[in-house]
């Protein structure tokens, strides 16, 4: 496969080549400077637009620019390397396992264009699915965020925005090669006229795994995507949108026995009505199906199966009533499906559940330094009723400075699995959900002040997160099962406080620095231990060069070299048996940087550039028994043409 993506950009190279013109110099993407990367627009902190230095909701940024750097290959490999105290560790069984500050999957909601994406069998969300060459960027709020995104916003809601289409025809490929037979390949066609634009996109991956130590491994894989955007615009007042896509995953964990394959098949529908000057209604509907199963290698005959299904359908109405007034108000309607025979026992193999929910939210800017948002959202849950979410931010201009604080309450619905689990782990114990559990609910705090000038901006936030009735395992003894059984309660609260620290600056005319700093303490009130998974210390940060005068006749050749990692201190790694001991093991401190070197090689055609990109990760080889997956060094080439 990855063969037929290297011949198809040759191709496309061959036939550009031969319509070069020696005069052309092209249009290079604009850097990320402190100042135009904060006049940017975001949406995801109050679901209206805003600069991003005029969010009243404090928001962080990965731009496309930043993903070209470091030479990202996934959404979830840019956002571990760019911001402190987020890490994941992938798992055969069941994906991409992220944590934040000692909080997991299922307390971070994951969007897509503003759209909530399937959890899988660990309530988690498979990265691959998005191809990061068609990220236009990636917004994440810490904290929570229920009052806009209901149930799971606790910890962060992490948006990724893809690109649109804004030329007649936009043409990309490109292709990647590294260590261990890593590949990945991109093709994407964007059309645009004058009342419609079509974007499809196809995306290819997969390595050959590796070993890490004795008898462990992370296995062969392979994947596949293919996704179709078409939108149009009736008038001025009323536009819509179709779009869909279809998943192949596979994974080969007993190469001669068994392997596992996913597939995801998503697909929704949205309409844009400006029903006056002041008034804009959007309606939406989004639906996702995830689909799990175990084979046979030779025969192909199927061992497990699971299927997890999301419906969502969402109306947003916008209203400026004011000069100084916007809101902002709706309805939403979430149902989840889940089929899994070997999780939910002999009596039903099939649970589903669905909440409705309306919520309001109102921007104030009466005074001219100062915006409040205020919103609520009421939520109505089959298992636990009706809970009521409110929220409250404020932000303060002066000159160069803004101040923001904020209060919010977040929520999290038990899950299915939570709730209807009823099977037995390999070494004898037996897992067993709860029906009657009740929703973990949070309260997050937050102050921060950032500066803002014309090559230099930072900020430093404080924050306090409380999350009441938190759901985990309860280990009780039992004749029917010795080794013990595990069943799924509202064990204790957890509280996780910390303070971020943030910088970014131009230095001359080549330069561009960043430093994020994280510091986390947090605890588990159920054991008086820190939460799992927590480094206390965390960073991230880089050096940009980038040099744009080269030049071949009238060819400009632009270059970056980007050097950029991420240290954290030791991961805690603690939980208690039945004799009130401690158990586990800490991680060694984390140091994993990288050098990425992109060059511009070729400007052909009219609106075509060619590039060239190598890099090496993990550039001092940094391993750790505790956390297995790491590979140690490696390196890749990649090749892109954009027309």
């Known amino acids: ?181 890593s590949y990945a390949g991109d093709v994407s066609v964007g059309v645009k006229g004058n009342k419609w634009s079509s974007k499809t996109v196809l995306n290819t991956k997969g390595s050959d795994g590796y070993r890490v130590q004795q008898g462990i491994r992370v296995s062969p894989w392979d994947d596949y995507y293919i996704g179709e955007t078409f939108k149009f615009s009736f008038n001025e007042k009323f536009s819509a949108g179709v779009y869909g896509s279809a998943y192949l995953s596979q994974l ?17 529908a949205y309409a844009n009505w400006q029903t006056s000057t002041h008034n804009v209604l959007k309606f939406a509907v989004n639906t996702d199906w995830y689909n799990a199963y175990t084979l046979e290698n030779h025969t192909n005959d199927e061992l497990a199966y699971s299927n997890y299904h999301l419906l969502s359908v969402h109306v947003t109405d916008t209203w400026n009533a004011l000069q100084w007034l916007q809101l902002t108000g709706g309805y939403e309607f979430n149902r989840e499906y889940t089929y899994a025979p070997e999780r939910f026992g002999t009596g039903n193999a099939t649970h589903d559940v669905y909440e409705n929910s309306v919520f309001a939210q109102g921007e104030f800017n009466y005074w001219d330094n100062l915006s409040i948002v205020a919103g609520a959202r009421l939520t109505q849950h089959p298992s636990f009723g009706v809970h009521f979410t409110p929220k409250l931010s404020l932000m303060y201009r002066l000159d160069n400075f803004r101040f923001r604080a904020g209060l919010s309450n977040g929520f999290k619905a038990p899950s299915l699995k939570e709730m209807y689990y009823d099977f037995a782990m390999p070494g004898g114990y037996y897992m067993r959900g ?33 999350i009441n009735d938190r759901i985990g395992y309860v280990e009780y003894s039992s004749p029917q099962y010795p080794s013990g059984m595990l069943q799924y309660e509202n064990v204790a609260e957890a509280v996780m406080r910390g303070i971020d620290l943030s910088a970014q600056a131009e230095l001359g005319s080549y330069f561009n620095v960043t430093a994020n700093y994280a510091f986390a303490d947090t605890e588990d009130k159920s054991t008086g231990k820190p939460l799992n998974g927590t480094s206390r210390h965390a960073f991230t940060g880089g050096v940009v060069f980038r040099y744009s005068d080269i030049k071949i006749g009238r060819q400009a050749l632009p270059l970056s070299l980007n050097f950029s990692g991420r240290m954290s201190s030791p991961r805690l790694y603690r939980s208690v048996n039945q004799q009130g001991i401690a158990e586990g093991a800490d991680t060694k401190t984390t140091s994993i940087w990288r050098v990425v070197y992109t060059q511009n090689i070729l400007n052909v055609w009219k609106f075509a550039a060619i590039e060239l990109q190598a890099g090496i990760d993990n550039l001092f080889d940094w391993t750790d028994p505790v956390i297995s997956i790491n590979p140690g060094r490696t390196w890749f080439v990649a090749l892109k043409v954009r027309l």
Not at 48 to 56: A, E, I, R, S
């Open 252 to 268: 080969w964990p007993y190469q001669d026995i068994i392997h596992r394959r996913e597939t995801d098949y998503n697909a929704g």
């Open 434 to 466: 709860n029906p009657d559990l009740k929703p973990e609910a949070s309260w997050y705090t937050s102050v921060s002040a950032e500066y803002i000038a014309e090559k230099f901006n930072a900020s430093v936030t404080a924050y306090n997160n409380v």
């Open 1 to 181: 496969m990855f063969q037929k993506a290297i011949s198809g950009i040759l191709l496309l190279f061959t036939i550009t080549c031969l319509q070069a013109q020696a005069d052309y110099i092209p249009e290079i993407a604009e850097a990320d400077t402190a100042v135009n990367f904060l006049e940017q627009v975001v949406v995801t902190g109050t679901r209206t637009l805003h600069t991003l230095k005029n969010v009243p909701v404090l928001t962080k940024v990965v731009s496309k620019i930043e993903l070209n750097d470091i030479g990202a290959v996934t959404a979830l490999d840019a956002l571990e390397n760019l911001l402190p105290g987020l890490t994941f560790n992938p798992d055969p069984n069941h994906g991409d396992n992220i944590q934040l500050q000692g909080l997991d999957n299922k307390y971070i909601l994951v969007l897509l264009n503003g759209e909530r994406m399937v959890n899988g069998r660990a309530e988690n969300v498979n990265f691959s699915r998005i191809n990061v060459a068609d990220i236009q960027r990636i917004e994440i709020i810490d904290g929570a965020a229920s009052v806009l995104y209901g149930s799971n916003a606790i910890g962060a809601v992490i948006n990724i925005i893809t690109k649109e289409v804004n030329e007649p025809l936009e043409i990309y490929a490109g292709g990647r090669y590294g260590s261990y037979n």
